[in-house]
């Protein structure tokens, strides 16, 4: 394929495959986990362990580049998370989940890199926010299919484990239609460039840490508090499901309204959206069993995922293509250190407050994200005057 557009389409049928079998471990291990009585803080960890790898996998994943190319190194991480899914199914035990959580977010982290980057180092300022939340729906879209195959046997048995392992084997076929170049010969190395990227774009090196501790806890514990407050594996699968819904509905028009306006902005306000939000569920409680929950966890899982991508369209804006991979791992680091600490603080506090606690621990992360977006917006409005006149520029071309 010479066209880059089939070659991006053909990617993005590969990564909804792929995430669709990794998809449905996100209620499957939790559900599972509650089932075999395991300890609420090896349930906690083992999201952190999750999260470990794949800040792990973000250090190595430009290496991994700069060897393979895109393509071959998405496929290769690909592979080894389908093996990862097997594994899990196979060793029913909290510290052999905690060990595999910590292998599957290793490769899990290379695909997201791996992709985003190759996405970023071909998009243009003035359509990188469509071209990302059409990677985001994509994303989504796969983790709300899989979600779906809780359907398709017991959450005792290996069944779901196996098909969510053999979708993810099928769906990288597209990937030999794709023509990837060779690997970057030239001597500077893709790398992660944390102080440059503080320097750069403060923004996008601190929103990236604090959108994972957020999100870490969200992802991980949601499962576990919709099962606790009675409902059962189909329901929970149903409530993620909407979650991800949201996600894949909200990303192109935030996207497209990311490109028109600042992106700080648009940050800000949907960090004190999803604040209100949390705060509402917080206080709810039990009263949103059922499909109230599932309605409110739409919504919130719209505004709550296109955060990330409207920051790291953000930072890439200021940074450039030629350090798309570094940025993008860069990037994924941050946010795996915060989802790594999230799942752990979150516990506490729902030790301490109950298990609507979860909501409250978010609600002060998104207040604080809001807070700093702010500050930075009245320090230097003009970054974002500058982004809008070379957007503005090439689109005259």
């Given at each position: 394929?010479r066209?880059?557009?089939?070659?991006?389409?053909a990617?993005?049928v590969s990564?909804?495959?792929v995430l669709a079998?990794?998809?449905v471990?996100t209620?499957l291990?939790?559900v599972?986990?509650?089932?075999?009585?395991f300890?609420?803080?090896?349930?906690?960890l083992m999201?952190s362990?999750y999260?470990?790898?794949?800040?792990?996998?973000a250090?190595?994943?430009p290496?991994l580049?700069?060897?393979?190319?895109h393509?071959?190194?998405?496929?290769?991480?690909?592979?080894?998370?389908?093996?990862m899914i097997?594994a899990?199914?196979?060793?029913?035990?909290?510290?052999?989940w905690v060990?595999?959580?910590?292998?599957?977010?290793?490769?899990?982290?290379?695909?997201?890199?791996?992709?985003?980057?190759?996405?970023?180092?071909?998009a243009?300022?003035?359509?990188r926010?469509?071209l990302?939340?059409l990677?985001?729906i994509?994303q989504?879209?796969?983790?709300a299919?899989?979600?779906?195959?809780?359907?398709?046997?017991d959450?005792h048995?290996?069944?779901?484990f196996?098909?969510?392992a053999a979708v993810?084997?099928v769906?990288l076929?597209?990937?030999?239609?794709?023509?990837?170049?060779?690997?970057p010969k030239?001597?500077?190395r893709p790398?992660?460039?944390?102080?440059w990227l503080?320097?750069?774009?403060?923004?996008?090196?601190?929103?990236?840490a604090l959108?994972g501790f957020a999100n870490?806890?969200?992802w991980?514990?949601t499962?576990?508090y919709?099962?606790?407050?009675?409902?059962?594996?189909?329901?929970?699968?149903?409530l993620?499901?909407?979650?991800?819904?949201?996600?894949a509905a909200f990303?192109?028009?935030?996207?497209r309204?990311?490109?028109?306006?600042?992106r700080?902005k648009?940050?800000?306000?949907?960090c004190i959206?999803t604040a209100?939000f949390e705060?509402?569920?917080?206080w709810s409680?039990a009263?949103?069993i059922g499909?109230p929950?599932?309605?409110?966890?739409?919504?919130?899982?719209?505004?709550?995922?296109?955060q990330?991508?409207?920051?790291?369209?953000?930072?890439?804006?200021?940074?450039?293509r030629d350090?798309?991979?570094g940025v993008a791992?860069a990037?994924l680091?941050?946010y795996?250190?915060?989802?790594?600490l999230?799942?752990?603080?979150?516990y506490?506090?729902m030790?301490?407050l109950g298990d609507?606690?979860?909501y409250?621990?978010?609600a002060g992360?998104?207040v604080?994200?809001?807070?700093?977006?702010?500050?930075?917006?009245?320090?230097s409005?003009?970054i974002e005057?500058?982004?809008l006149?070379?957007v503005?520029a090439?689109?005259d071309?």
């Amino acid at each position: 394929m010479r066209s880059p557009y089939a070659s991006i389409a053909a990617l993005l049928v590969s990564v909804a495959g792929v995430l669709a079998g990794n998809g449905v471990l996100t209620t499957l291990l939790p559900v599972r986990a509650e089932l075999e009585h395991f300890p609420a803080l090896a349930i906690s960890l083992m999201g952190s362990a999750y999260f470990g790898g794949m800040l792990t996998g973000a250090l190595l994943t430009p290496r991994l580049v700069q060897r393979f190319g895109h393509i071959k190194a998405f496929g290769l991480s690909s592979f080894c998370g389908a093996l990862m899914i097997l594994a899990a199914g196979t060793f029913v035990e909290p510290h052999a989940w905690v060990c595999i959580g910590f292998l599957r977010g290793f490769f899990l982290a290379g695909i997201y890199a791996i992709v985003e980057s190759y996405l970023q180092g071909k998009a243009e300022n003035r359509i990188r926010g469509r071209l990302l939340g059409l990677y985001s729906i994509t994303q989504y879209g796969g983790w709300a299919i899989g979600n779906q195959f809780m359907r398709l046997g017991d959450p005792h048995a290996f069944t779901i484990f196996g098909i969510a392992a053999a979708v993810l084997a099928v769906f990288l076929s597209p990937l030999l239609l794709i023509e990837d170049g060779p690997p970057p010969k030239d001597s500077r190395r893709p790398s992660m460039r944390l102080l440059w990227l503080l320097r750069t774009t403060p923004v996008g090196f601190v929103c990236a840490a604090l959108i994972g501790f957020a999100n870490g806890p969200f992802w991980s514990l949601t499962p576990v508090y919709a099962t606790k407050l009675g409902m059962d594996g189909v329901q929970t699968g149903t409530l993620v499901t909407a979650i991800t819904l949201g996600s894949a509905a909200f990303q192109f028009p935030v996207g497209r309204i990311s490109d028109a306006f600042d992106r700080r902005k648009v940050l800000m306000g949907l960090c004190i959206l999803t604040a209100l939000f949390e705060v509402g569920i917080y206080w709810s409680g039990a009263r949103l069993i059922g499909w109230p929950f599932v309605v409110v966890g739409f919504i919130i899982g719209g505004i709550i995922s296109t955060q990330y991508y409207v920051s790291s369209a953000y930072t890439n804006d200021i940074t450039g293509r030629d350090n798309a991979v570094g940025v993008a791992s860069a990037l994924l680091f941050l946010y795996c250190i915060g989802a790594v600490l999230g799942p752990v603080t979150a516990y506490y506090v729902m030790r301490w407050l109950g298990d609507s606690a979860l909501y409250l621990h978010n609600a002060g992360i998104h207040v604080a994200m809001a807070v700093f977006v702010m500050l930075r917006v009245l320090r230097s409005p003009a970054i974002e005057k500058v982004r809008l006149s070379r957007v503005a520029a090439t689109a005259d071309r």
